[in-house]
T-cell receptor, first 114, second 110 residues
Framework: EADIYQTPRYLVIGTGKKITLECSQT?????MYWYQQDPGMELHLIHY???????EKGDLSSESTVSRIRTEHFPLTLESARPSHTSQYLC?????????????FGQGTRLTVV | GENVEQHPSTLSVQEGDSAVIKCTYS??????FPWYKQELGKGPQLIID?????GEKKDQRIAVTLNKTAKHFSLHITETQPEDSAVYFC?????????FGKGTRLSVIA
């Protein structure tokens, strides 16, 4: 069982609201990621971090921002939510070591903007 | 950057039959190829992975094969059971964030 937690699991908010999706892991992983999953299932990388104070944008352009002040915490913020932000957001983490290692995923946050 | 193609997008099999999902990748620097299973309402979970120095790996009813020359890898599930019904993703990475295929929705019909 992966020790990576996302809150909230479900969120319905109005257009223009500021929201923060929380992601925490207790595995001591240096690498953390945010993926957006569209209704057609596809996973798109929107942000990633390889350690504290390190963040990078992913392949999919996103209006969200992230921060990495603590190793275990990688929150994602939308300053002004729009209906086009409606999606499933998945957080993941993996070890920083030689080569690529398994990525562990949280349960996801399903966001609906009305 | 890496591009991963996955086929088929949907697959229906009778219980007890085998299921095969195929993926191709574009970046010859990729050396790690995991497969994830995603059940309804959950995040993806790793079921098996293979590295570029291995051609085949098996874990009970699940096996993965890798052909580095052709840049393709496949997932094989034998003796399928209803609980195998889920969405399966292949992915590839060369010490970069995982790039995923578009997913295959597998339905096992009892």
């Amino acid at each position: 069982e992966a020790d990576i937690y996302q809150t909230p699991r479900y969120l319905v908010i109005g257009t223009g609201k500021k929201i923060t999706l929380e992601c925490s892991q207790t595995m001591g992983h240096d690498k953390m990621y945010w993926y957006q999953q569209d209704p057609g299932m596809e996973l798109h990388l929107i942000h990633y971090s390889y350690g504290v104070n390190s963040t990078e944008k992913g392949d999919l352009s996103s209006e969200s921002t992230v921060s990495r002040i603590r190793t275990e915490h990688f929150p994602l913020t939308l300053e002004s939510a729009r209906p086009s932000h409606t999606s499933q957001y998945l957080c993941a983490s993996s070890e920083l070591g030689a080569g690529v290692t398994e990525a562990f995923f949280g349960q996801g946050t399903r966001l609906t903007v009305v | 950057g890496e591009n991963v193609e996955q086929h088929p997008s949907t697959l229906s099999v009778q219980e007890g039959d085998s299921a095969v999902i195929k993926c191709t990748y574009s970046d010859s620097a990729s050396n790690y190829f995991p497969w994830y299973k995603q059940e309804l309402g959950k995040g993806p979970q790793l079921i098996i992975d293979i590295r570029s120095n291995v051609g085949e790996k098996k874990d009970q009813r699940i096996a993965v094969t890798l052909n580095k020359t052709a840049k393709h890898f496949s997932l094989h599930i034998t003796e399928t059971q209803p609980e195998d019904s889920a969405v399966y993703f292949c992915a590839a990475s060369g010490n970069t964030p995982l790039v995923f295929g578009k997913g295959t929705r597998l339905s096992v019909i009892a």
